[in-house]
Each structure stands twice: as C-alpha cells, then as structure tokens.
C-alpha cells in the first residue's frame, strides 16, 4: 500500500476535515489542488534523518533564519492548499506570526524524506508541488536508496536544476545557507521495509 492516498472532499470544508483526520487517525495531512493527500506518521529511521539534518543545519544558519519541524507552507492558487515538508528553512520572522502557514517565498530550503514504500509518481509530484509554490530550494533523501536530490531554480513549475548525490556525498545547499550539508551516516531503511 502507498504511504500516499488522495481524498476528494467538497471545497470550503477541506482545512476542517484535514485536521479531524489528523486528529482521529495521526495520519499527515495537506491540502494540494482541492485534494486531501494524507501519509502515515514517519517511522523512526524517517524521523532520525530529520533529526540529523536538522541538527546539522540548525547551528550554522544566519539569525535571520530558522529551522522547523512539520511547519506547512501555502500554496498559491486556492486558499485551502497547503504542503507540509519534514523539515523548512524559513525566515525567523515566522517565529513572531499568528499565522500557520510559511508564505513559500520565505521558505529557502524545504526538506523531504522519501517514506519507505514511497512510489516515483508520488514523489515526483511532491516535487512538482513545490516548484509551483516557487519554493527556492527542495532536498529529497532517499533512504531506501542512501540517495539524495537537490532541486533549485523553480520556474514555470518545475525546478531546472536538479543536482543528484549519495549518502556520504555532501549537499552544496544554495545562498543564502551557502553551507556544504554532511549526509554520512544517514540511515537505511531495512530491506523488510522496502516494499
């Protein structure tokens, strides 16, 4: 089964049901396209790659910027959509913000963990969300793989740069960060996990 599901839900009623499913089954929800796309809670290698970026990006970022968790960003188009990375890179000012969602012009790094029986198409259209919201920078570990892309230069929709690389290879991340990201060591998942 896909870790990625789409749920038609009649428009002007979908951030409600988002977080009654949210709250009723733990599951993770956004809003893309009028659509409710829904993935399970990240298992503890998932979690432990968030962590170790996090923790390797957080220290070395200017003071303008910040380093968050499960932070959603708007998406243009319709009120409703959202995404919601692992991890962002947004600036500090959200900090100081009623709102909930990162307006994606400040976002300068997002971050995705591909889930362990994550499917191409999925995440190739998590890509696609992204470029559209213009989001300036995308990283995407593979850990069923010990892979990692990183995408730049969002335009028309799609990103035009895309720099590909291994665990143990480091990320060149782009200005403003302008610092080399370590993934030696990262975790694998499993081959019982690989589906």
């Not at 009623?13 to 893309?32: D, F, N, P, S, Y």
């Not at 990240?42 to 910040?66: C, F, N």
């Not at 969602?101 to 190739?124: F, G, M, N, W």
């Not at 793989?145 to 060149?172: C, I, N, S």
């Amino acid at each position: 089964m896909s870790e990625l599901h789409t749920l038609r839900v009649r428009p002007g009623r979908l951030r409600e049901i988002a977080e009654q499913i949210e709250q009723t089954t733990g599951l993770r929800v956004q809003i893309v396209g009028g659509n409710l796309v829904m993935s399970p809670t990240p298992r503890g290698k998932h979690a432990a790659v968030v962590y170790r970026l996090e923790e390797a990006i957080r220290p070395r970022l200017p003071k303008s910027l910040i380093a968050v968790e499960m932070a959603s960003i708007e998406m243009p188009g319709d009120p409703d959509d959202y995404v919601t990375p692992d991890l962002s890179v947004c600036t500090a000012d959200f900090l100081e913000s009623d709102d909930w969602l990162i307006d994606p012009l400040d976002v300068e790094l997002a971050v995705e963990v591909v889930s362990a029986s994550e499917k191409a198409r999925d995440i190739s259209q998590k890509n696609d969300w992204y470029a559209v919201a213009n989001v300036k920078a995308l990283l995407v570990i593979d850990p069923r793989h010990g892979t990692w892309a990183l995408h730049t230069r969002p335009e028309g929709g799609a990103y035009q740069d895309v720099r590909r690389g291994k665990y143990g290879e480091e990320v060149p991340l782009p200005e403003p960060l302008s610092l080399r990201l370590s993934t030696e060591g990262l975790p694998v998942y499993g081959a019982a996990r690989q589906e």
